[in-house]
Nanobody, 123 residues
Framework: VQLQASGGGLVQAGGSLRLSCATS????????MGWFRQAPGKEREFVVA????????VYADSVKGRFTISRDNAKNTVYLQMNSLKPEDTAVYYC?????????????????WGPGTQVTVSS
């Protein structure tokens, strides 16, 4: 399974971006999907995840109320809408697929990872 994240870029604080993660396999509609991020000099951290049905989501406290995850299984695509962006949101964002379908906050439960997309928020 190949994952390809897109939609990153440079935005001012308070702005919005929408990331997309397209998967290469139709059966990925049965996968849980997650977004993680890694800022320079920091460890990778969990951002948000969604189960295969799309009816259960989990968010990191730092993004609750600002970020929204959704999925379109017909398009094999997961979206991350990011609003009210802050400079501390600057990072490389990675999407990942969990073949168990759960959508966990734990990175070691994911089986496939995409190459990441850079998000930079200027103050």
């Amino acid at each position: 399974v190949q994952l390809q994240a897109s939609g990153g870029g440079l935005v001012q604080a308070g702005g919005s971006l929408r990331l997309s993660c397209a998967t290469s396999r139709r059966t990925s509609s049965m996968y849980g999907m997650g977004w993680f991020r890694q800022a320079p000099g920091k460890e990778r951290e969990f951002v948000v995840a969604i189960n295969w049905k799309g009816d259960t989501t989990v968010y990191a406290d730092s993004v609750k109320g600002r970020f929204t995850i959704s999925r379109d299984n017909a398009k094999n695509t997961v979206y991350l809408q990011m609003n009210s962006l802050k400079p501390e949101d600057t990072a490389v964002y990675y999407c990942a697929a969990d073949t168990n379908g759960v959508g966990s906050s734990r990175s070691n439960e994911y089986d496939y990872w995409g190459p990441g997309t850079q998000v930079t928020v200027s103050s």
